[in-house]
């Protein structure tokens, strides 16, 4: 075994331990346990796995931060693929461990859960999703080694596959103060060990949110051109709110914000209403994003739609609506972080991202109450501006049961039920059933008479749908062409989706390669992401990519979807005479190519739209639909075709 033959060279001499071989023989079970089941501790080995790692190491400093040892946070994309986090707290502990026998640095990396901190009885905050610690970062890297700057001196030690090379040794000196960690993450685990930026970005950015003051680094050295990302927030979570509707109107003066502690849970809170109509309301527990929700938002909820009711009576604006708001009424158009701090977070649901302490639930709801009820009876005006707001989303709430009542009987109306301009497959199975939607009438000819039409329908949608930033869920339903793209999915929408009735598995957008395209892509995008974010998170929603050029030389005839597939085509041929026709829409494409290129499972590129992060997609959806048309433009057309591909 590697270890043992590392031992043997070692110049320190190995710590007489009585149970020293046993502990050793535990510590690579449990790193072999990782390596043979990886997903169970990191949730899986694509690429937010192989993210996770990161987060896992930061967690570390990010906890040092937190007991206010460690105010900045780096983290650096090397070049092939190593990834170096540094913080300057006090470094992880150097001296023996009494138990172990070899340096505390050493357990920390190899054994498993010796995250949760052993000492001062202090609680891990923050903890990642799977809350793992660095010891399974360890046993899933090729290699690792750990400098610690602590007590005037500078430590070393490297691990290969999560076994030392060596024991903790002595460098030399250093006036630093703190941990760098460096590891790069095992290939033969791994699918990818391309890190992607902006995601790792997002996080890091979320991490610096959620503590304040805390300075984070991002560098990518990975290629020639640099990037460096710094965040620091000295306003914590109102920064947060603040970014989050940068780009809207708020109807308040100043940002809610709120703080408390009961029963040693703390709750953080802010929020700001617009003059928007959708929710974004983003919640932690340990600064982990609970995507599902769970007991916080429960008790954020209930507190907000009773104090909202109780000031619409005191501020006798019963008259204008008698009433009572609901829970949707009172969150349209609202933006909220709400981060809680817990000693023992349970995290429930299908993705672990839900809150399930029953006790959280009173607790958030007792502090938001008060401070909300407070706030209000200290801006009466813009406690005024907010409950009007709510009380125009319930009569719009009133007039879309109205309008959906409508839809519903108007399909009943159409015999089967489905949208006339559909022309639907004959197969009624979902999962093998596929749905185009197609921008444009031209096009939508020439796909229908292309397809497959056993398993292939096609909805033509005339120019551009409405756009769902702006407009209220009422007008969006009474719009045409939503309508019938409603009505073609089958699931339903709002209080009435279900899943369970979607009749296709693979709903592609097919748009022209144009900015265009892009534009009305990017519109039924947002439609989903509003109103139909299960289909994306069930992985249902594609986007064609269509060639951008034919190149024919004599009867041969090759496609190319980009200018480097193009330019590589064109090289092959040297002297031969050939001809390059480039698409500008689908519509000059006849239905037998619109088939062989774009449509076919056997040629066809299509790209799975996935929601990774909640932050960066909204965002971009308010870059894309907010008034200002300029930043729109450039980034529809450096971003249309970046979605990641998928080989299908
Ligand atoms: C780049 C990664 O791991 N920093 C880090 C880790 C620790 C400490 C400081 C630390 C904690 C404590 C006392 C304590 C850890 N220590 C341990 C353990 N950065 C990174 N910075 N002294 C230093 O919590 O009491 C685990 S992590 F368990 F050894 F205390």
Same mark, same amino acid.
């Given at each position: 075994?590697?270890?043992?033959?590392?031992?043997?060279?070692?110049?320190?001499?190995?710590?007489?331990?009585?149970?020293?071989?046993?502990?050793?023989?535990?510590?690579?079970?449990?790193?072999?346990?990782?390596?043979?089941?990886?997903?169970?501790?990191?949730?899986?080995?694509?690429?937010?796995?192989?993210?996770?790692?990161?987060?896992?190491?930061?967690?570390?400093?990010?906890?040092?931060?937190?007991?206010?040892?460690?105010?900045?946070?780096?983290?650096?994309?090397?070049?092939?693929?190593?990834?170096?986090?540094?913080?300057?707290?006090?470094?992880?502990?150097?001296?023996?461990?009494?138990?172990?026998?070899?340096?505390?640095?050493?357990?920390?990396?190899?054994?498993?859960?010796?995250?949760?901190?052993?000492?001062?009885?202090?609680?891990?905050?923050?903890?990642?999703?799977?809350?793992?610690?660095?010891?399974?970062?360890?046993?899933?890297?090729?290699?690792?080694?750990?400098?610690?700057?602590?007590?005037?001196?500078?430590?070393?030690?490297?691990?290969?596959?999560?076994?030392?090379?060596?024991?903790?040794?002595?460098?030399?000196?250093?006036?630093?103060?703190?941990?760098?960690?460096?590891?790069?993450?095992?290939?033969?685990?791994?699918?990818?060990?391309?890190?992607?930026?902006?995601?790792?970005?997002?996080?890091?950015?979320?991490?610096?949110?959620?503590?304040?003051?805390?300075?984070?680094?991002?560098?990518?050295?990975?290629?020639?051109?640099?990037?460096?990302?710094?965040?620091?927030?000295?306003?914590?979570?109102?920064?947060?709110?603040?970014?989050?509707?940068?780009?809207?109107?708020?109807? +308040?003066? %100043?940002?809610?914000?709120?703080? &408390? $502690?009961?029963? #040693? /849970?703390?709750?953080? !809170?802010?929020? =700001?209403?617009?003059?928007?109509?959708?929710?974004?309301?983003?919640?932690?527990?340990?600064?982990?994003?609970?995507?599902?929700?769970?007991?916080?938002?429960?008790?954020?909820?209930?507190?907000?739609?009773?104090?909202?009711?109780?000031?619409?009576?005191?501020?006798?604006?019963?008259?204008?609506?008698?009433?009572?708001?609901?829970?949707?009424?009172?969150?349209?158009?609202?933006?909220?972080?709400?981060?809680?701090?817990?000693?023992?977070?349970?995290?429930?649901? +299908?993705? %672990?991202?839900?809150?399930?302490? &029953? $006790?959280?639930? #009173? /607790?958030?709801?007792? !502090?938001?109450? =008060?401070?909300?009820?407070?706030?209000?009876?200290?801006?009466?005006?813009?406690?005024?501006?907010?409950?009007?707001?709510?009380?125009?989303?319930?009569?719009?709430?009133?007039?879309?049961?109205?309008?959906?009542?409508?839809?519903?009987?108007?399909?009943?109306?159409?015999?089967?039920?489905?949208?006339?301009?559909?022309?639907?497959?004959?197969?009624?199975?979902?999962?093998?059933?596929?749905?185009?939607?197609?921008?444009?009438?031209?096009?939508?000819?020439?796909?229908?008479?292309?397809?497959?039409?056993?398993?292939?329908?096609?909805?033509?949608?005339?120019?551009? !749908?409405?756009?769902?930033?702006?407009?209220?869920?009422?007008?969006?339903?009474?719009?045409?062409?939503?309508?019938?793209?409603?009505?073609?999915?089958?699931?339903?929408?709002?209080?009435?989706?279900?899943?369970?009735?979607?009749?296709?598995?693979?709903?592609?957008?097919?748009?022209?390669?144009?900015?265009?395209?892009?534009?009305?892509?990017?519109?039924?995008?947002?439609?989903?992401?509003?109103?139909?974010?299960?289909?994306?998170?069930?992985?249902?929603?594609?986007?064609?990519?269509?060639?951008?050029?034919?190149?024919?030389?004599?009867?041969?005839?090759?496609?190319?979807?980009?200018?480097?597939?193009?330019?590589?085509?064109?090289?092959?041929?040297?002297?031969?005479?050939?001809?390059?026709?480039?698409?500008?829409?689908?519509?000059?494409?006849?239905?037998?190519?619109?088939?062989?290129?774009?449509?076919?499972?056997?040629?066809?590129?299509?790209?799975?739209?996935?929601?990774?992060?909640?932050?960066?997609?909204?965002?971009?959806?308010?870059?894309?639909?907010?008034?200002?048309?300029?930043?729109?433009?450039?980034?529809?057309?450096?971003?249309?075709?970046?979605?990641?591909?998928?080989?299908?």
């Amino acid at each position: 075994m590697a270890k043992k033959e590392a031992a043997k060279d070692q110049t320190i001499p190995a710590p007489v331990e009585e149970n020293y071989d046993s502990s050793k023989i535990q510590i690579l079970e449990g790193l072999e346990a990782v390596r043979k089941r990886p997903g169970m501790y990191i949730g899986s080995t694509a690429l937010p796995g192989l993210h996770h790692m990161v987060y896992e190491i930061v967690d570390n400093s990010i906890d040092e931060a937190m007991a206010g040892h460690c105010d900045t946070i780096e983290v650096e994309l090397l070049p092939g693929n190593y990834v170096r986090v540094t913080d300057n707290g006090r470094g992880i502990p150097t001296d023996i461990h009494p138990k172990a026998g070899v340096s505390t640095v050493e357990v920390v990396l190899t054994k498993l859960h010796a995250g949760g901190k052993f000492g001062d009885g202090a609680y891990k905050v923050s903890g990642g999703l799977h809350g793992v610690g660095v010891s399974v970062v360890n046993a899933l890297s090729d290699s690792v080694r750990v400098d610690v700057h602590r007590d005037g001196k500078h430590h070393f030690i490297e691990f290969r596959r999560g076994v030392p090379l060596a024991p903790l040794k002595v460098l030399g000196n250093s006036k630093k103060r703190g941990t760098v960690v460096t590891f790069l993450a095992d290939a033969t685990i791994f699918d990818t060990l391309e890190y992607r930026y902006d995601v790792l970005a997002a996080r890091l950015r979320e991490l610096a949110f959620l503590n304040k003051g805390v300075k984070i680094t991002l560098r990518d050295t990975r290629d020639k051109e640099i990037k460096e990302s710094v965040f620091q927030y000295k306003g914590g979570i109102v920064e947060f709110v603040k970014m989050l509707t940068e780009k809207k109107n708020p109807l +308040q003066k %100043k940002i809610f914000y709120a703080q &408390g $502690e009961k029963e #040693g /849970i703390q709750v953080e !809170i802010a929020l =700001e209403y617009c003059d928007t109509y959708s929710e974004q309301i983003f919640t932690f527990a340990n600064a982990i994003h609970t995507r599902e929700g769970g007991t916080h938002l429960e008790g954020f909820r209930t507190a907000l739609t009773r104090a909202i009711n109780e000031y619409k009576k005191k501020l006798q604006l019963d008259k204008k609506m008698e009433d009572s708001l609901t829970g949707d009424d009172v969150r349209e158009g609202l933006t909220v972080v709400l981060s809680i701090l817990i000693p023992n977070p349970q995290f429930e649901g +299908q993705t %672990k991202m839900k809150l399930g302490n &029953g $006790e959280v639930k #009173g /607790i958030v709801q007792s !502090i938001v109450y =008060e401070r909300l009820c407070e706030y209000f009876d200290e801006n009466p005006n813009d406690a005024r501006r907010i409950i009007e707001k709510c009380i125009q989303a319930a009569s719009a709430r009133i007039a879309a049961r109205k309008a959906k009542e409508l839809v519903r009987r108007k399909s009943a109306l159409e015999g089967s039920g489905l949208p006339g301009k559909l022309a639907d497959c004959s197969a009624r199975d979902p999962q093998i059933s596929e749905l185009f939607i197609v921008e444009g009438d031209s096009a939508g000819g020439s796909a229908k008479q292309g397809r497959n039409r056993h398993f292939q329908a096609i909805l033509p949608l005339k120019g551009k !749908i409405t756009n769902v930033e702006k407009a209220k869920l009422d007008k969006i339903l009474t719009d045409g062409e939503v309508g019938a793209l409603i009505t073609a999915i089958g699931t339903g929408i709002g209080d009435d989706f279900d899943l369970s009735k979607i009749r296709y598995h693979k709903i592609v957008i097919m748009t022209d390669a144009d900015v265009d395209g892009a534009h009305i892509q990017t519109l039924i995008l947002t439609f989903f992401f509003r109103y139909m974010p299960q289909v994306i998170e069930a992985g249902y929603l594609y986007i064609a990519r269509p060639p951008l050029y034919l190149i024919s030389k004599g009867k041969e005839k090759f496609y190319a979807y980009s200018d480097d597939e193009k330019n590589k085509i064109v090289k092959d041929f040297k002297d031969d005479k050939y001809h390059i026709q480039r698409y500008k829409g689908l519509g000059e494409m006849n239905p037998e190519q619109l088939w062989e290129t774009t449509m076919s499972p056997e040629n066809r590129v299509l790209m799975q739209v996935s929601m990774d992060d909640a932050v960066i997609a909204d965002e971009t959806f308010v870059i894309l639909m907010g008034d200002e048309v300029e930043p729109r433009r450039r980034f529809i057309e450096e971003n249309a075709r970046k979605v990641e591909e998928l080989d299908l």
